[in-house]
Structure formats: structure tokens, C-alpha cells
């Protein structure tokens, strides 16, 4: 595989090259190939007639060090000895991170599921239930080479990045350096005032894009963020519309989640600021994506002036809505 631009590096990665990645391991490949939604790496469902359905992960280059490649893997691997509804790695040579033209990649089994009904009556209490014991199993030991979630890596880095980008114009530059340098403000602020909180290895992007469902329930894919954080993270983006419906919610969460965990009722003063974070870490990621064609296309207003004002006016509303109103 010739080399790439530092924004594509997958700009190679053919449906030939999956295979060939696929059969080195010993895999025979029937010809099914399927192309999974993914940005941040590539994911592939692919046909087997040696091992069944199998989803083949490429890793970015350059994101995560093989140490923290393959903690993602022992901790996964430590959920599904738990039984907990999680993929896996395959270990193929006595290893679970494998190599083939200049990319790494892992084998992980494909997991029946169909996509997540949020409104569906139980179905809260069942991934607060599915988190709960998840965070049980995160509470036994720590990471060693994961990141940790902080303002620092999400919100102020970010903003820095966001800020030496070309993608924010000149004329929106100090508006969004204002706003952001004062959201972050307070967010601080609000973790410096919650106290000591609860540290343990989490999933770390746990959204509806990142839970399938099957006949017992949730089914948590893509440990790739897992980092170590408080319990909170976890739970807060299963929260939405307007207080009295998250208020019930939290409830129908929460009674799932402490059938098997605890969590301190506290951290939910953390909601606001985890997700002014989230908010600020997105748009630099997308922008540092920018160079990958995946991201355009996913993202294609993302350069435009109505984003940016909407944008700008988002944070604007979380910086009220941590300064109490």
C-alpha cells in the first residue's frame, strides 16, 4: 500500500487490502463485504465461511498507542467474561492487534442486534441495568495507559485546536474565542465545585449510535473512547427534552443502574458541564478531520456561516445554562 496523505490514511484501504488483512489471519473469506458506519476508523462486516460473521476494525493512525489499543481489548474482553453484551477481539496468533499495510487492525465476532428503542417502555431501566453492571466490572481496577476525562484534554486543547484551524474564519475567531474561553470558565468551575468524584474505566461514548438492541436488551459496541472518568459520563447523554422528562428519565436510568452499581446523586451536577465539553470537543474534532473525505461528506454544512452562528449561539445558551439562567 503506498503512502498517504497524513488526513487520508486510508485513502488505500481497498476492499482487496480488507481481505488480504483478513486472510493473513487464517480467515476465508466468502465474499460478503460490507462497509459499517464509522469516521474515526474504518469497520468492515465481513462474510466467513472458517469463522462466521466477523466486523474487522482499521484503527486510525497516529490516535492511540498499541498499550491503549490493547487495554481497549483486555477491557473488552474483561466485560464479555462477565457476560456483558460486548464484541470481543478474536485472538489470532496469540494476539488481539494485528498489522497489514501499514495499518493495525483487530477481528472482532459480529453480534445480532438491531438498532435501539429509546422510547420503547423498560428499555432505559435495561441499559441503566447493562451500565451498572458494566461500571462494576470498571470499578475493579484502573487503567494504566487510557486517557482520563478532564477539561483540559476535551475542552481547552480543543478550543485550541479549533482556534489555529483555517475552517473558523477571521471574523467569527474572537467571538468564539470569548465564548468558549468562558464556557470552559465554568465548567472548571462547576468541577472544581462538585468535590471529589468517582474515578473508574468507563465506556466514555456512550450515545444511542454506540448501543444496538437485541432480545435481552442493550448491546454496547465501539469501546474505543473507553477511558477513566466519573459514572456520570456514562449515563447523562441517555437524558433529554425538557426537565420534567428528564427528571423521569434519571429515574427509570438510575433504578436499573443501581440494582448492580452505586452512583453518588451529585454527579448529576456534572450533566451540564460534560456536555458543554462534548459540545466544544466536537467541533474541533470535525475540523482536524477535515483532510479525511469522510468527514465532508458526513459533515457537509460544517464550513458554512449558518453552522458557525448556530453554533456560536449553542454555547452561548450552555454558558447561561451553567451560570444558573
Same mark, same amino acid.
Request: aromatic share 10%.
Given at each position: ?8 490514511? @486510508?485513502? #488505500? =484501504?481497498?476492499?482487496?487490502? +480488507?481481505?488480504?488483512? !483478513?486472510?493473513?489471519l487464517g ?5 460478503? /463485504?460490507?462497509a ?31 498499550a ?9 474482553a ?29 477481528? @472482532?465476532? #459480529? =453480534?445480532?442486534?438491531?438498532? +435501539?428503542?429509546?422510547? !420503547? ?9 447493562? /451500565? ?8 475493579r ?13 476535551l ?45 473508574i ?12 438492541w ?7 459496541v ?24 428528564r ?69 452561548w ?9
Amino acid at each position: 500500500m503506498a503512502s498517504t496523505p497524513d488526513g487520508q490514511p @486510508f485513502a #488505500r =484501504l481497498s476492499p482487496d487490502e +480488507v481481505l488480504a488483512a !483478513a486472510e493473513r489471519l487464517g480467515i476465508d473469506c466468502d465474499g460478503r /463485504l460490507f462497509a459499517l458506519n464509522s469516521y474515526e476508523n474504518r469497520v468492515y462486516q465481513l462474510g466467513s465461511s472458517s469463522h462466521g460473521m466477523l466486523v474487522l476494525k482499521f484503527y486510525r493512525p497516529g490516535r492511540w498507542s498499541d498499550a491503549q489499543i490493547l487495554e481497549e481489548h483486555s477491557f473488552t474482553a474483561e466485560l464479555a467474561a462477565a457476560d456483558l453484551p460486548v464484541a470481543a477481539p478474536i485472538v489470532f496468533e496469540g494476539a488481539t492487534l494485528s498489522r497489514h499495510a501499514g495499518l493495525r487492525y483487530a477481528v @472482532f465476532p #459480529r =453480534l445480532a442486534a438491531r438498532a +435501539v428503542e429509546i422510547d !420503547a417502555r423498560g428499555s432505559l431501566e435495561l441499559i441503566g441495568r447493562t /451500565l451498572g453492571r458494566m461500571h462494576a466490572v470498571g470499578a475493579r481496577q484502573r487503567f494504566t495507559h487510557r486517557v482520563a476525562l478532564t477539561s483540559e484534554r476535551l475542552g481547552w486543547q480543543s478550543r485550541d485546536a479549533l482556534l489555529a484551524s483555517p475552517l473558523l474564519e477571521d471574523t467569527l475567531a474572537d467571538k468564539y474565542e470569548e465564548v468558549s474561553g468562558a464556557l470552559l470558565e465554568a465548567v472548571d468551575e462547576a468541577l472544581e465545585s462538585t468535590g471529589p468524584l468517582s474515578r473508574i474505566r468507563l465506556h466514555g461514548d456512550c450515545h444511542l449510535g454506540n448501543i444496538l438492541w437485541n432480545e435481552q436488551g442493550p448491546v454496547f459496541v465501539d469501546l474505543d473512547d473507553c477511558m477513566t472518568g466519573p459514572r456520570i459520563q456514562d449515563l447523562w447523554m441517555f437524558l433529554s427534552g425538557t426537565p420534567d422528562e428528564r427528571e423521569g428519565q434519571w429515574r427509570e436510568l438510575v433504578g436499573g443502574y443501581r440494582q448492580f452499581h452505586d452512583i453518588d446523586e451529585h454527579e448529576r451536577d456534572l450533566v451540564e458541564p460534560l456536555r458543554a465539553l462534548r459540545m466544544v470537543h466536537h467541533a474541533a474534532w470535525i475540523a482536524a478531520r477535515w483532510d479525511d473525505p469522510a468527514f465532508p461528506r458526513a459533515f457537509p454544512w460544517f464550513t458554512s456561516p449558518r453552522f458557525w452562528q448556530e453554533h456560536l449561539s449553542d454555547l452561548w445558551q450552555q454558558l447561561a445554562e451553567l451560570r444558573g439562567g
